[in-house]
């Protein structure tokens, strides 16, 4: 069996389960699977076998740091390691070694976790799936031959398959919850500026999150635990104090006020029957179990989508104008592609978009004063193949998760199910600023009442 966090840590904790042993069964797995999976770009087994004997020698002494102390982990390769190459997927990059850790590395460092390795993902975290790389892409562990989304693709395929109990993941436009939903495991996208991302490649600024990503709501928010606080690192970073994001488990949803965005997944861009069955059976829980549960409407899912990508596209072509000028055969063909239709988006574009984004941050606030909880899906369905992923699938299909990049409200993905082919679906809760600890409280109680924690990908249980 695959311990989560919350039960490896118990375990540790008590002494039995020892954190090298723990370590060597994830590492055993990462080298009987990434080669189908290829959700690691680089391995650190050395290190992390250290770090495993440092954090069981600090048990035994009595020592622990916590419940991360010696929870095998590893971080999307967007986030900078000291002495380790951070490469962002792409060749730009690819003999990149940063002289700092970020500063969510070095707290889950201070935690004690063990870092096995730098996880695949989409090249910048924008431009995947991709073949023209010097990786390939992850795979979706639950059928290889299908898409684990993105862009924190390679998190996702390694929490699923129970290679690492937990890692890092960004989310500009859903990048945390599109690959927690197609890969069946939990991801939260924090608050905006709950959690620092200074050292932490950017994509677009304005919309970028740092989060974790895990195989269950508590694990999450164990992992969020170590992560969040104010870094004047980062210019966004909320300077606020950190509430105990476990506190509310376990009480139940009773008296929460649960709003379902019904028009976002039945009306405006219509889901898979499995994906609509499980937000149902969700909302039907939900009430069950003492929530008051109603029907909210927000401005539409095509207005959010056109003004986040909008800001999306022109602060990463910002960020990349430079390289993008001296050299743009070094990127892929997507990512190159995707920032030269940023190049041709106008100082005009983006200020409508930011007046836009006003106008829609208002109008949720409105729509949601009588609510706790946003419902609604993560993504359309279940899990694409590969070959069926449109290049260009950002703009074709309206995307369920980036109206609150452009809200910066917090997003909880949890899985809800299996549909076609035995892939999970998902469905999406939205919290208000800095309620994480309510969102893990409402997740936490539909998780436990559920049995998908209890699966895993046949390829894993064999």
């Known amino acids: 069996m695959i311990p989560t966090i919350a039960g490896a840590a118990r375990a540790i904790a008590a002494k039995q389960l020892s954190p090298v042993e723990l370590t060597e069964a994830c590492l055993a797995r990462v080298e009987a699977l990434d080669g189908t999976l290829n959700a690691f770009i680089r391995l650190e087994a050395a290190g992390a076998r250290a770090q495993a004997k440092a954090a069981e020698a600090r048990v035994m002494k009595g020592e622990s740091r916590g419940p991360l102390d010696g929870i095998p982990f590893a971080h999307k390769d ?264 940023g190049g041709m988006l106008s100082a005009a574009d983006y200020m409508a978009a930011q007046k836009k984004r006003r106008e829609l941050i208002a109008a949720t606030v409105a729509a949601t004063q009588d609510v706790d909880i946003l419902l609604t899906a993560a993504q359309p369905g279940e899990a694409a193949r590969f070959e069926d992923v449109p290049k260009w699938g950002f703009l074709e299909r309206l995307n369920f998760t980036i109206p609150f990049n452009v809200t910066g409200w917090p997003g909880l993905t949890l899985c809800t199910g299996f549909g076609a082919g035995g892939l999970p679906v998902a469905m999406q809760l939205i919290g208000k600023p800095f309620a994480e600890p309510t969102l893990f409280r409402a997740g936490h109680a539909y998780e436990a009442a559920h049995p998908w924690r209890a699966k895993r990908p046949a390829l894993v249980t064999g």
């Open 78 to 341: 967007i986030y900078c390691t000291a002495g380790i190459p951070t490469t962002a997927h792409s060749r730009v990059l690819k003999d990149h070694v940063p002289q700092e850790d970020a500063t969510t590395v070095r707290l889950l460092a201070e935690a004690g976790v063990v870092m096995l390795g730098k996880l695949a993902t989409h090249e910048f975290a924008f431009g995947g799936p991709s073949f023209d790389l010097p990786w390939p892409p992850a795979r979706n562990p639950w059928n290889p031959a299908h898409f684990p989304a993105g862009s924190s693709s390679g998190t996702g395929a390694a929490v699923a398959a129970g290679m690492i109990l937990g890692g890092t993941g960004s989310d500009t436009g859903g990048s945390i919850r599109g690959p927690a939903a197609l890969c069946g495991i939990a991801g939260i996208k924090p608050t905006y500026g709950l959690c620092s991302r200074a050292g932490v490649l950017p994509l677009a600024q304005s919309l970028d999150h740092t989060g974790p990503m895990a195989w269950t709501v508590e694990d999450c928010a164990l992992l969020l635990q170590a992560m969040a606080g104010h870094d004047p690192a980062d210019p966004a970073s909320a300077n606020r104090p950190v509430p105990d994001f476990s506190a509310e488990l376990g009480q139940g949803v009773k008296g929460l006020r649960i709003g379902v965005i019904r028009h976002f997944h039945e009306t405006d861009a219509p889901v898979s029957p499995a994906t609509l069955a499980g937000i149902d059976a969700a909302a039907a829980f939900f009430r069950q179990e003492g929530a008051e549960v109603r029907d909210v409407t927000l401005p539409s899912l095509a207005e959010f989508n056109a003004c986040g990508w909008l800001i999306l596209l022109t602060e990463s072509f910002a960020v990349h104008e430079e390289w993008m000028r001296r050299d743009p055969m070094l990127y892929g063909e997507l990512m190159r592609d995707r920032l030269a239709l």
